[in-house]
């Protein structure tokens, strides 16, 4: 099997701060004297405020023709950076990127689209850029529309969509237009739940094809029903490069993040927007003590705390539970249609003994909004809790070894002798 894209040794180096130019003259003359004798420049020591820093260090692997990878890692570990350099966005410092084949990118919303062009006219332009004809894109024209949902505004200025139909005009015409390889940040979390559907079948559909595809997701069920192989980021590095799920079973299991307990002690640091910030989270248990373990037959509380910054919105809180690469469940107040105002709220979600499997569980926090679904903020791995079994549990039936899953509840049984 061929290569379909090579990263040899590929590093990028960014600076912090600014460095502030010469106010006069003679700092300009003085600097140029030193430099012409080989001292250090009197002003770079005065003026140190440029820091050098790595994004990505000596980053190097490779994607066979066909395959689906993920790459994956926490935020600030060079995912996004790495992408812009396969796509030849951003150049790399040091090393190169090869390419084999026509590659087709979705990384931002309405990356490649001219604002004054319409949707039809930017339709066309952003096939030209992916090297089609304007026969093979006349030809799938009517397809991409009909995907993307906006066929009553194709005739509109894009600079007068939403972000969210940006996003499915571009998402329609990168994934339609048939590239070789297709490399898609995570820009999927905009727009409605049904179009989000429509997207992950689109991908099953693209990642079933035999074309090679790169994404970048924080979703590791996502990730894990899609890709063949992942790469896990961690600090510009390569930390691990695998099967998914093994990939994944690392990244979970990485004990560098989460705890029973969250909290932010300045409002610059919570996670949010202007409409609404997360203050804290915890688990606690049923006297609302903070705890990281608990028996399987003990009720466990998650609990989260948040500040509405603005009146007149329909804010729901939402807890995200994991285990390793599986997600167990999302759950949400029922019936929360009350529009909330200025304060801070305490939201808290019970979950009932026995019902849970033993084994590391994480917790992902979040506040959403709906028509428009709009994510306001989402802390995948706010909280990390430990469920603890009794080898002696009447309900094992004197079984000792694992059982799979997630979720293990006792549920109503009926066992009778028929005759």
């Known amino acids: 099997m061929s290569k379909a894209i090579e990263v040899r040794g590929v590093s990028k180096e960014y600076f912090r701060g600014v460095r502030q130019p010469h106010t006069r003259v003679s700092e300009l003359l003085t600097d140029w004297g030193h430099r012409l004798v080989g001292a250090k420049p009197r002003s770079d020591i005065i003026r140190r405020e440029v820091e050098p820093f790595w994004a990505l260090k000596d980053v190097s692997f490779a994607i066979e023709r066909g395959q689906v990878v993920g790459i994956i890692g926490r935020n600030g570990s060079g995912k996004s950076t790495l992408l812009k350099i396969i796509a030849r966005i951003t150049a790399p ?22 604002p004054e062009l319409s949707g039809r006219e930017n339709v066309f332009l952003n096939g030209a850029i992916l090297g089609m004809s304007r026969a093979e894109i006349a ?35 990168a994934a339609h237009l048939d590239p070789e390889v297709l490399i898609i ?19 099953r559909d693209v990642t079933s094809s035999g074309r090679t595809v790169v994404f970048v997701s924080h979703s590791m069920a996502t990730v894990t029903s899609l890709c063949d192989q992942c790469v896990f980021l961690e600090h510009g590095e390569i930390r691990a ?102 304060g801070t709220y305490r939201s808290r979600m019970w979950i009932p003994p026995r019902f849970l499997n033993n084994g590391s569980f ?15 903020f989402f802390e995948q791995h706010a909280l990390r809790f430990h469920v603890i079994d009794d080898l002696l549990d009447a309900s094992r039936n004197d079984y000792i070894q694992e059982f799979p899953g997630v979720v293990r509840p006792d549920l109503q049984w009926d066992f009778a002798r028929e005759r």
């Open 93 to 114: 410092t040091t090393g190169e990127v090869v390419l084999n084949g026509r590659t087709g990118t979705l990384l931002e919303v309405g990356t490649g689209f001219h």
């Open 139 to 173: 030809r799938k024209f009517d397809e991409i529309v009909d995907f993307s949902g906006v066929e009553a505004f194709i005739d509109t200025p894009v600079k007068r969509y939403s972000s969210g139909m940006q996003t499915r005009l571009a998402f329609s015409v």
């Open 185 to 203: 940040d995570e820009v999927l979390a905009v727009g409605d739940a049904e179009f989000q559907k429509k997207c992950l079948g689109k991908m």
């Open 241 to 342: 490069h695998g099967p998914s799920h093994k990939i994944a079973d690392l990244y979970f299991s990485d004990g560098t993040e989460g705890g029973p307990s969250l909290g932010f002690g300045k409002a610059a640091e919570r996670p949010g927007n202007n409409i609404v910030q997360l203050c804290g989270a915890r688990v606690v248990n049923s006297k609302l003590e903070p705890v990281e373990a608990m028996r399987r037959d003990e009720l466990i509380g998650i609990e989260m705390t948040f500040e509405v910054l603005q009146d007149g919105h329909r804010l729901v809180p939402n807890f995200h539970l994991f285990m390793q690469d599986q997600y167990a469940f999302v759950s949400s107040p029922p019936n929360s249609n009350d529009v909330l105002v200025r």
């Open 362 to 376: 994480v917790v992902g926090v979040a506040v959403s909004s709906m028509s428009p679904v709009t994510v306001h």
